[in-house]
């Protein structure tokens, strides 16, 4: 008998991990910490930074990655979810994992992974560590998946630790207010480890930065209190701003569009000059590094789509912003769909002031269990007096988007953006 092809190989392993996907989340790090000291703790052996947030925390981390490499640092990424393929979650110098890798990853350890009764993310998660230190990575940018106290990447003590943004969303794990879930974001600031806060509201950056001195975290950096963000401007080919800091003014451009990926930027940097040496370095001059910042499907534009993973309130509040800032050209047909488990009605009432037409639709590669009533969401949005029409048929919802002229907007879930990618030939990893 034949062995199998790799690509199959590789299919099959995908199927086992993602059948660790469970409707009940497993909220703790005991399976994690020991499927990693079965590995030879391997996620002690690779500095990290390690970035959490309800928004914005990709950003962050891409930032962070450009602005290492650019030192001629060897770097390790590990976010999540990804768009089209797996492996995007996992890359050293911007390339993804092996599909072989998974493969001997999955093959070797499933074993213990069943005996854990690991999940999904804690399996990627030690997978990702491995991979680092095999590859000789010389340091690691890790986004924290769900909160940050209990997140399986809470396993790390980091170089540095920030946090993005706090905003609604997972209430059914973290809680329903602002400061719940700002407490378990702030899970991640550990002692004697530099603390970074990104977050633009005044009380909620003032309750983590106190949360971060009472883990005992040195020094604890609120960035919008030692970095002046200024003179921001949004257009197509990226955002500009004016950072001054330590008597220093900076004019610097990021290719990430949208007036918040100035904060962004300034997280980056801020965690870059608080983890100190060789780290520090790459604060001096940022310019060149900034340009090479890539990150998909945040306001992407690609010919006459703009993709936009905004999953949440939120994130649609801030979509709508670069939206107004870049005005794209009319009409603008929103392509979306949510989750079940999103608020979904605040997000299409955020996006209904400047969308002229809906298409609202089910991306094949969302878990029934976790998609959105079609009906459901076409009804409210008729009865709210839009103009909007459901096509169950993902391949039909996309073609029916973009007809018409003017600029198609793809957003509501990761779900939607990455099938949407898949199907128009846009690769997540092109840089």
């Known amino acids: 008998m034949n062995e199998p092809s790799t690509s199959s190989a590789y299919a099959a392993s995908l199927d086992y991990l993602f059948a660790r996907v469970t409707g009940a989340w497993k909220m703790g790090l005991e399976r994690t910490t020991e499927l990693l000291s079965l590995l030879g703790d391997p996620h002690t052996r690779v500095p990290a930074f390690h970035v959490a947030g309800t928004n914005g925390k990709g950003s962050v981390v891409s930032t962070i990655e450009a602005l290492l490499r650019e030192q001629g640092l060897r770097v390790g990424k590990y976010t999540s979810p990804h768009l089209i ?16 890798d998974v493969v001997g990853f999955i093959e070797r350890w499933t074993p213990d992974v069943e005996r854990l009764g690991a999940t999904f993310f804690e399996a990627t998660t030690a997978m990702a560590f491995d991979h680092f230190v095999r590859e000789r990575v010389d340091v690691a940018v890790i986004e924290v998946g769900l909160g940050g106290r209990l997140d399986s990447t809470n396993v790390i003590t980091p170089v540095a630790a920030g946090i993005s943004s706090i905003g609604l969303d997972h209430v059914q794990y973290l809680g329903d207010t602002l400061e719940q879930i700002a407490r378990e974001k702030a899970g991640i600031f550990k002692h004697g480890v530099p603390a970074v806060i990104g977050e633009s509201d005044p009380a909620l950056r003032d309750f983590l930065a106190n949360l971060a001195r009472g883990a005992g975290a040195a020094p604890v950096r609120v960035v919008a209190d030692a ?65 090479r910042v890539r990150i998909a499907g945040r306001f992407q534009s690609v010919g006459s789509i703009i993709f936009d993973v905004a999953h949440n309130p939120a994130g649609c509040e801030v979509l709508c912003e670069t939206l107004r800032a870049v005005r794209p050209a009319r009409p603008l047909t929103c392509l979306m769909t949510a989750l079940r488990d999103k608020d979904w009605r605040s997000m299409m009432m955020t996006l209904a002031p400047l969308v002229d037409r809906f298409v609202l639709a089910s991306p094949p590669s969302v878990p029934t269990d976790r998609a959105w009533a079609l009906s459901e969401a076409l009804a409210f949005a008729l009865d709210s007096g839009w103009t909007a029409t459901a096509e169950p048929d993902f391949d039909r919802a996309l073609a029916d988007a973009r007809e018409g002229g003017g600029t198609t907007l793809i957003t509501g879930s990761f779900h939607t953006v990455g099938d949407a990618m898949a199907r128009l030939q846009v690769s997540p990893l092109a840089s």
């Open 85 to 100: 393929d797996f492996r995007e979650r996992i890359a050293v110098n911007g390339v993804p994992i092996r599909e072989e």
């Open 227 to 291: 970095w002046a963000v200024s003179g921001i401007s949004v257009a197509l080919d990226g955002t500009r701003f004016t950072l001054r800091a330590d008597g220093r003014t900076r004019e610097l451009r990021t290719p990430l569009i949208g007036r918040h990926q100035a904060m962004n930027a300034a997280t980056a940097l801020a965690m870059l000059e608080c983890a100190g040496a060789p780290y520090s370095a790459a604060v001096i001059d940022p310019e060149r590094a900034l340009a």
